[in-house]
């Protein structure tokens, strides 16, 4: 498949990563940044909650706040990442719209910038997605700066109320310009242009959380794009029951010991296996029922490094 | 150098253990853990236990019988009390906790006022680190009836395990800061702005602020921060006394983490800050941990004996049952790299593992095995 062809299989330009803590959301966003920088694309990966989580994984001093390449993809393509903090964003928007300049700086000296993020939760999700907005319809020259930008968005628990801007900023703002800001991201955010990808391992809590996620989403009329399967195991055994006799042979056969504490120890692993897979069948069905497309990921044998990442890029790509 | 074992029943026995905190990155089964912890404190030690949930999956809420989020301990049915123990569980409600603290720090008249306005609505339902804030409090309040022989809280799926100690000063330092004060110099000069180098840097702060938010927004804010002031004292000195509470002797951290580098690391992260902040910690859950149950086997063996049962034709279930035990064992070496990145830098904190359950655990048959799996002996 030729690699725009690939890359059109993920239509949107904003792709929006969630996912329950622990599933593996930053992992899957970098692969998701990689795989659309394919055939000499750009694009950029964002994270927002200050956790460094994009240095981490590519094993870089962490990032300022600037966007700055952090691999480049064979054909010339790039990723760029970028770690948004709420503080230097309002700080841009002040600059921005209100030309502030020195009185912005004065601002953050008595901690202005920290009250104004602090007391209303819902602006700091509004700056913070105000400026995911402007990289993704960023332009210069008649051209987008970006390709794609992909973002490491908060856990599956809070991505409805950070995502829904406008009905936290609505309560506080009634008029003025943070509430034209948060209808301009909410008007963003409820268009084809974004993509809201839920990433989720085959274990009950992630599925439950990722199906409560669907649901909150598709009520705030915000696109789900993709569910995303991470670190997947292959089912090892084929047959549906398995007998201690029938090991004991086997192991014989073999010329392994086959003593009875090898054998039950073999046969509670592999019953084990078992009632896995399928717990997993049951949780894989359970998602299938939701209708949103599906893509299956590996689990990496040896941790995620570049190679990795690259792995599961071409996965996300081909899947 | 062998890290010690964590030795859970005399932590839980020990009538001067008071509190447990279980603290980790999100998705390691803490919510699980307290509550296994809880039980086994009740069943086995016959300890009066309250177990603290801050967001428990909906099945685990509903195997110690909880059905609504009401900020009242229930008593957990179906355990069994021939110790002399009891189990109670609770549900955090965020919102009904800061209400009772405004409630309590000021008049029916101005509760009523701060309740309605906008401000306190945002940030008493959304304010990042207002869930861990309450979570501190109903422990300072729990702490405070000495009804309990044991309190077990779990804490905030937070962003960080570290929200979770950060946001009580945070929003102390926040009550108690400048920005406020700058808010509320003109009303406590009488309404007068005097001539100083802060009434001067606030205009610009209040005319930018009216920019762009506009009026009735600062009208709404100077309201809430004028109302706020009165409860002043009160929240600092909250913050301050629950600081202490898990300062004390009597209260025990456990880091709970899953053998993956990141839950691993988030731990070590923790582990550093309780040392600073001198705060009592008492060992690692290792959680989800694999094991073989075919000791002595290594991977390739099983592996090669595999591929020549697969050449010969013969046992195909053994063969798979073979490749099953090598993956098996690849996990647990890695599982074991994972683990050691903590206690190289931790050598002295005692810890236990939990092996991974096939399925998830919802009820309280679930829970005692899962306590007694972190009771066992190495």
């Given at each position: 498949m030729a690699s725009n062809e690939r890359t059109a299989r993920w239509p949107a330009r904003l792709h929006v990563v969630t996912g329950k803590g622990g599933t593996g959301k930053t992992t899957v966003a970098a692969a998701l940044a990689l795989a659309l920088a394919e055939g000499g694309r750009r694009t950029l990966l964002v994270e927002v909650e200050g956790r460094q989580g994009i240095a981490q994984l590519f094993g870089i001093p962490p990032l300022p706040y600037a966007e700055r390449r952090v691999a480049g993809v064979p054909g010339g393509g790039e990723v760029r990442a970028l770690a948004v903090d709420p503080e230097e964003a309002l700080l841009e928007y002040l600059d921005m719209f209100y030309k502030l300049g020195a009185?912005?700086?004065?601002?953050?000296?008595?901690?202005?910038?920290?009250?104004?993020?602090?007391?209303?939760?819902?602006?700091?999700?509004?700056?913070?997605?105000?400026?995911?907005?402007?990289?993704?319809?960023?332009s210069r020259e008649g051209r987008r700066v970006y390709d794609a930008v992909v973002l490491d968005?908060?856990?599956?628990?809070?991505?409805?109320?950070?995502?829904?801007?406008?009905?936290e900023t609505a309560r506080l703002a009634k008029v003025g310009p943070i509430k034209s800001q948060s209808e301009g991201v909410a008007s963003l955010l409820r268009s084809p242009i974004t993509a809201v990808h839920v990433v989720t391992l085959l274990e009950e809590m992630p599925v439950q959380e990722s199906l409560d996620a669907i649901t909150e989403?598709?009520?705030?009329?915000?696109?789900?794009?993709r569910i995303i399967l991470n670190a997947t195991q292959p089912a090892l055994l084929t047959a549906a029951k398995v007998t201690k006799a029938e090991l004991k042979r086997g192991l014989s056969a073999?010329?392994?010991?086959?003593?009875?504490?090898?054998?039950?120890?073999?046969?509670?692993?592999?019953?084990?296996?078992?009632?896995?897979?399928?717990?997993?069948?049951?949780?894989?069905?359970?998602l299938t029922e939701t209708g949103r497309p599906m893509v299956e990921l590996p689990l990496l044998d040896r941790g995620v490094d570049r190679s990795g990442l690259e792995e599961l890029a071409d996965r996300l790509m081909s899947g | 150098m062998t890290t010690p074992h964590l030795d859970v029943d005399a932590l839980l026995a020990d009538p001067s253990t008071k509190i447990v905190v279980c603290c980790g990155a999100g998705g390691v089964g803490k919510t699980t853990t307290a509550a296994a912890l809880g039980l086994r404190a009740a069943e086995v030690h016959g300890r009066r236990t309250v177990v603290l949930t801050i967001d428990p999956a909906r099945r685990l809420a509903q195997s110690m019988g909880l059905t609504e989020l009401d900020n009242t301990p229930r008593q957990v049915?179906?355990?069994?009390?021939?110790?002399?123990?009891?189990?109670?569980?609770?549900?955090?409600?965020?919102?009904?906790?800061?209400?009772?603290?405004?409630?309590?720090?000021?008049?029916?008249?101005?509760?009523?006022?701060?309740?309605?306005?906008?401000?306190?609505?945002?940030?008493?339902?959304?304010f990042s680190g207002t869930q861990e804030y309450m979570a501190m409090e109903k422990l300072g309040q729990l702490r405070a009836t000495d009804e309990w022989d044991l309190i077990v809280v779990d804490t905030p799926p937070s962003r960080s395990a570290l929200d979770f100690l950060d946001a009580p000063a945070r929003l102390s330092r926040f009550l108690d800061g400048r920005m406020l004060r700058m808010l509320l110099a003109p009303a406590r000069s009488g309404g007068r702005s005097m001539f100083s180098l802060v009434t001067a840097s606030f205009g610009v702060f209040s005319r930018a602020v009216q920019k762009i938010l506009g009026a009735q927004l600062l009208t709404d804010l100077s309201g809430f921060v004028a109302a706020l002031d009165s409860m002043f004292g009160g929240f600092r000195q909250r913050a301050d006394e629950t600081y202490r509470i898990l300062q004390d002797p009597q209260t025990s951290f456990l880091l709970v983490a899953a053998p993956e580098r990141d839950a691993v690391r988030e731990a070590a992260y923790f582990a550093e800050r309780l040392v600073t902040e001198r705060m009592?910690?008492?060992?690692?859950?290792?959680?989800?941990?694999?094991?073989?149950?075919?000791?002595g086997m290594s991977a390739e063996r099983a592996e090669s004996a595999a591929a020549a049962l697969d050449a010969a034709g013969e046992h195909p279930v053994t063969a798979d049952a073979l490749r099953i035990h090598a993956a098996l064992v690849r996990l647990t070496e890695r599982e074991a790299g994972v683990a050691t990145t903590f206690t190289d830098a931790f050598p002295a904190v005692a810890a236990t593992s939990v092996a991974a359950q096939p399925a998830d655990v919802h009820d309280v048959d679930g829970l005692r095995a899962i306590g007694a799996a972190l009771a066992a002996a190495p």
């Open positions: 009185a912005g700086r004065a601002l953050r000296k008595v901690g202005a910038i920290d009250f104004a993020t602090t007391i209303a939760p819902g602006l700091r999700d509004v700056l913070l997605t105000g400026k995911v907005k402007e990289a993704t319809t960023r968005a908060p856990p599956t628990g809070r991505i409805g109320r950070f995502l829904n801007v406008t009905a989403l598709g009520s705030l009329h915000i696109p789900v794009g073999a010329g392994l010991p086959a003593d009875a504490g090898a054998v039950s120890g073999l046969a509670a692993e592999a019953r084990a296996h078992l009632t896995r897979r399928r717990l997993e069948e049951s949780l894989r069905t359970e | 049915k179906a355990i069994d009390t021939e110790a002399g123990g009891e189990l109670h569980a609770m549900m955090l409600d965020m919102k009904r906790t800061f209400d009772e603290v405004v409630e309590a720090h000021t008049t029916p008249q101005r509760a009523a006022e701060i309740f309605a306005n906008p401000f306190y609505q945002a940030m008493s339902s959304t009592p910690l008492a060992g690692l859950v290792l959680n989800r941990a694999h094991r073989t149950e075919m000791t």
